[in-house]
């Protein structure tokens, strides 16, 4: 019999589980006290708690760990083309979006998210006002403006037109000490990590997100400031030559990575630190939905063109036993926030990779990724990062998709969403 000093007991019979590390157990019991998990195990092999416990009966349900978007964009909301990320929205409305977008990732069983570029420093302020309570929330790392060089892929308007520099989604630099400003600003700011847009994107006209618009130079001095400042960095990185000077240079997550191919995967290995992190999703939506929604006919073309050199990208990572994240890059029209687990649904019905695999990469490669050391894992001494999803999501991964049937989230130990009329009762077990 134990007790428990500190913080509350929780009991989870679960009739699947999915641990994160990409194995399956069926009828577990797991035990959690106060933030952490202390006990996996067969039903029935928790050790008795001599404090109230709270029970929930999952027995029909499948237990995870909390799921983790490895490319969130906070402040995304509701775009249609690149220049709407500046404007008309105002910074302001921006940040209330901010807000409600982080909820809704929880409310979908996202407990912790790496946000790669957001407009001010709307990041940070989402972070602090969850931390205070004022709104719920994943554990986040926060990026700020996006490091972009003057003339790439998000210097989005004519020099004619002049925007308020502290309300872009990018900031623009000039040159390495520039870029050193800038991330010595955020650093002193409470960024956690530093975003830089070293490619432009498959779905833009001019880039297709080929060749790195820094000099393996200035990313490597830019890079190296990140680090001694404590700060993990991005690159969004679309072809082989942008995705290796992200890797020579010692970047922790290459940013959508679409289109690796084998001498990347080479240079990955002399790198084990570097993290891929694939986002299918937003592509796969502006291929399907595009259309109906008035996404630009040229631009879905263009993504239709390389979908399926996108796909065996991800298939070539997953045979080579790469470890690789997911994130959504949620938040535009075409594949708005709530889409998030879209991402696992792909790389299990299109990449053809077992859910318990798929999984992985949205728990605890994603915290790997994100450096989120204690959490994508259920396992004895990690986070109580937990999500119920109601059903056999073994056999019917789409469940991820509704949040209907995310019946239970609990961050850090604390039941922040339990769907009411559920068997979850507290009770003393002696
Ligand atoms: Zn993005």
Redesign the pocket.
């Known amino acids: 019999m134990v007790s428990g000093d500190a913080g509350h007991w929780v009991l989870i019979r679960a009739g699947t589980l999915i641990d994160g590390e990409g194995n399956v157990a069926h009828h577990v019991e797991v035990l959690v006290h106060g933030e952490k998990i202390v006990h996996v195990g067969p039903a029935g092999s928790a050790p008795r708690v001599a404090d109230e416990v709270t029970r929930i009966d999952a027995s029909q349900d499948t237990l995870m760990p909390g799921l983790i978007d490895a490319?969130l964009?906070l402040t995304y909301s509701g775009h249609l083309g690149m220049q709407q990320l500046e404007w008309p929205r105002s910074l302001e409305l921006a940040a209330v979006s901010a807000g409600a977008n982080a909820t809704k990732a929880l409310r979908f069983g996202y407990t912790g998210g790496l946000d790669?570029?957001c407009r001010g420093k709307i990041g940070v302020a989402t972070k602090a006002a969850i931390a205070e309570g004022t709104i719920e929330g994943p554990t986040l790392r926060v990026s700020g403006q996006i490091i972009s060089p003057v003339g790439g892929p998000l210097d989005l308007w004519p020099s004619s037109m002049r925007l308020d520099p502290a309300t872009r989604l990018a900031a623009l630099v000039s040159g390495v000490e520039d870029a050193r400003r800038v991330i010595r600003e955020q650093a002193k700011d409470g960024v956690d990590n530093i975003k830089f847009q070293i490619s432009g994107s498959t779905v833009q006209s001019k880039r297709r997100g080929r060749a790195s618009f820094f000099s393996d130079e200035e990313l490597r001095a830019a890079v190296g400031q990140a680090h001694d400042l404590g700060l993990s960095t991005a690159a969004?990185a679309e072809g082989p030559e942008a995705i290796s000077a992200a890797i020579r240079a010692g970047v922790d997550t290459v940013?959508h990575a679409s289109f690796i191919d084998d001498p990347t995967i080479e240079l990955l290995s002399a790198h084990p630190d570097a993290r891929l992190v694939f986002?299918l999703g937003v592509y796969d939506d502006i291929i399907h939905i595009g259309p109906s929604i008035g996404y630009p006919s040229e631009g879905s073309q263009r993504v239709r063109d390389v979908w399926e050199r996108m796909v065996a990208a991800v298939r070539l990572a997953y045979e080579r036993g790469v470890p690789f994240a997911v994130g959504s890059?949620a938040g535009g029209a075409v594949h708005p926030h709530g889409r998030y687990a879209r991402e696992i649904v792909l790389l299990v019905r299109v990449c053809g990779i077992p859910v318990e695999r798929a999984v992985r990469a949205a728990t605890s490669h994603a915290a790997r990724a994100a450096w989120l050391g204690g959490a994508g894992v259920i396992g004895a001494d990690h986070d109580a990062d937990l999500v119920v999803v109601a059903g056999d999501l073994v056999r019917r991964v789409e469940l991820l998709e509704d949040d209907a049937n995310i019946r239970v989230v609990m961050k850090k130990g604390r039941i922040v969403r339990r769907i009411s009329g559920s068997e979850i009762v507290t009770t003393t077990i002696a």
């Open positions: 490319h964009h790669v570029g969004h940013q986002t890059d």
